[in-house]
């Protein structure tokens, strides 16, 4: 059975803080797959990221960067210097090669305030 | 990577009723699904909406509740049946875009749907 771990139900930043949102993940595969998806309030789901199981580099995006680590199963997310546009709940997922869908996370509620 | 249009994307029905969500995609997908997201909880898949046969659902979710069609490879339809408040969600279409080195997951904008 696959599982997400988002211990993290809700944090609270101030603008400019650099935040760091965990993501830990179980599964018996080994190929896989791990998503980090932002849903604002309008209620979509927006695809942040994917990682294969084969590609441990991290990955930086702007002001995003992402963590894999297949030892500790953690895919940790980070948001350098937020900004208020970052308020969102954000989704880890995992999925394998063969049943395609995907396992969520309860999702972190991230707020930043101005 | 594909373009996943939702209907409707918002609607309040009374209980009792019906509603038919549609899924409609840009290009030929294999693997189409549907999950629900009550409120403040995580997305859960309902099914996998298989073309040219029923649908395939997960642990308490049932056919009669949540009939699914998929007559071809860029559509599919979600009923949610004789409604009750407890129905309330935002239901998302999802689709994956597979190819021998990697798969995208992508999402429709949602259905949110309020039963009163």
């Known amino acids: 059975a696959q599982k997400v771990t988002q211990a993290q139900t809700e944090i609270s930043v101030v603008e400019k803080e650099d935040v760091t949102l965990d993501c830990v993940y179980e599964?018996?595969?080994?190929?896989?797959?791990l998503f980090w998806y932002k849903q604002p309030p309008s209620g979509e789901l927006v695809f942040l990221i994917r990682?294969?199981?084969?590609?441990?580099q991290n990955e930086i995006s702007g002001r995003y960067s992402w963590n894999f680590q297949k030892s500790t199963s953690s895919f940790n997310f980070t948001i350098t210097a937020s900004q208020v546009v970052d308020s969102a709940v954000y989704f880890c997922?995992?999925?394998?090669?063969?049943?395609?869908?995907?396992?969520f996370g309860k999702g972190t509620m991230l707020l930043v305030s101005p | 990577s594909a373009v996943i249009s939702q209907k409707p994307s918002r609607d309040i029905c009374q209980r009792g009723t019906s509603l038919t969500i549609q899924c409609q995609v840009d290009?030929?997908?294999?693997?189409m699904f549907w999950y629900r997201q009550q409120p403040g909880q995580s997305l859960t898949l309902i099914a996998t909406?298989?073309?040219?046969?029923?649908?395939?659902?997960e642990s308490g979710f049932v056919i009669d509740k949540f009939p699914i069609s998929r007559p071809n490879l860029t559509f599919s339809t979600l009923t949610v049946s004789n409604m009750s408040p407890e129905d309330s969600s935002i239901y998302l279409c999802?689709?994956?875009?597979?190819?021998?080195?990697?798969?995208?997951?992508?999402f429709g904008q949602g259905t949110r749907l309020t039963v009163v």
């Open positions: 999802s689709v994956l875009d597979r190819d021998p080195w990697d798969t995208e997951a992508f």
């Open positions: 290009s030929q997908v294999t693997m």
């Open positions: 990682r294969n199981s084969f590609d441990e």
């Open positions: 997922a995992l999925s394998n090669s063969g049943y395609s869908t995907l396992t």
């Open positions: 599964t018996r595969d080994t190929t896989y797959y």
């Open positions: 909406a298989n073309q040219g046969s029923e649908a395939t659902y």
